[in-house]
């Protein structure tokens, strides 16, 4: 069955970094498009990253924008999204998602709290 994990969500001081995983499982990772999503308290999820299946094509929120990287490990089946300088405003829930033309599939999410 299709599972998306992911993991290394935490608390973090403003200014800090984290590095959130995502393991794929259950469907052909490369020939998904893979995507980071955030959901504020209070808020719409939003979009903050994606990722092409073969990893040639990045693109990114504004309210990240030079302060993430999304890459991926097709050998792997893992999704990454490096995330430096955090905001209090970057706390969220976190979520993977797995795209193409036929298939969505949403990880758990994990949680990541900027505060001092």
């Known amino acids: 069955q299709v599972q998306l994990v992911e993991s290394g969500g935490g608390l973090v001081q403003p200014g800090g970094s984290l590095r959130l995983s995502c393991a794929a499982s259950?469907?052909?990772?490369?020939?998904?498009?893979m995507n980071w999503y955030r959901q504020a308290p209070g808020k719409e999820r939003e979009l903050v990253a994606h990722?092409?299946?073969?990893?040639?094509?990045?693109d990114y929120a504004d309210s990240m924008l030079g302060r993430i990287a999304i890459s991926r490990d097709n050998a792997k089946n893992t999704v990454y999204l490096q995330m430096n300088s955090l905001k209090p405003e970057d706390t969220a829930v976190y979520y993977c998602?797995?795209?193409?033309?036929?298939?969505?599939?949403w990880g758990l999410g994990t949680q990541v709290t900027v505060s001092s």
């Open positions: 998602n797995a795209r193409n033309w036929v298939h969505d599939f």
């Open positions: 259950g469907f052909t990772f490369r020939a998904y498009a």
């Open positions: 990722i092409t299946g073969a990893g040639d094509t990045v």
